[in-house]
């Protein structure tokens, strides 16, 4: 069996930002509120931008990337503890929403 070859998360962010991939998700949402230095949002706006998606969108992507990589270093156990998902932490999912990043074919 010949394995067909799958981009990382980083991989396929950066095929959104430089217009030669797209993506669309649908997920349970949290609201919640963060402040960012500005050196580091005005980057994260700018990735929005040039990804033609939302800045919330793009926040989500990023933290997506970084928790893959960090996950990948992480020892087994506690990669798969930090996964465990409980029932308040469901219960804390206020909404499902959708999301499109990067240009429309």
């Not at 609201?31 to 960012?36: I, K, L, P, T």
């Not at 893959?68 to 156990?77: A, D, I, M, T, W």
């Not at 798969?80 to 308040?88: A, K, N, R, S």
Request: hydrophobic share 40%; with cysteine.
């Amino acid at each position: 069996m010949i394995k067909q070859y799958e981009p990382t998360k980083a991989e396929h962010l950066a095929g959104v930002i430089a217009g030669t991939a797209n993506t669309s998700t649908s997920m349970a949402t949290v609201q919640r509120s963060h402040r960012f230095p500005l050196h580091i949002f005005v980057v994260i706006e700018n990735l929005a931008k040039k990804a033609d998606c939302s800045v919330s969108a793009m926040i989500n992507q990023l933290l997506e990337v970084g928790m893959e990589s960090l996950l990948k270093e992480l020892p087994q156990e506690i990669a798969q503890e930090i996964h465990h998902v409980t029932q308040e932490q469901i219960d804390k999912a206020n909404s499902s929403v959708s999301q499109t990043l990067g240009k429309k074919k």
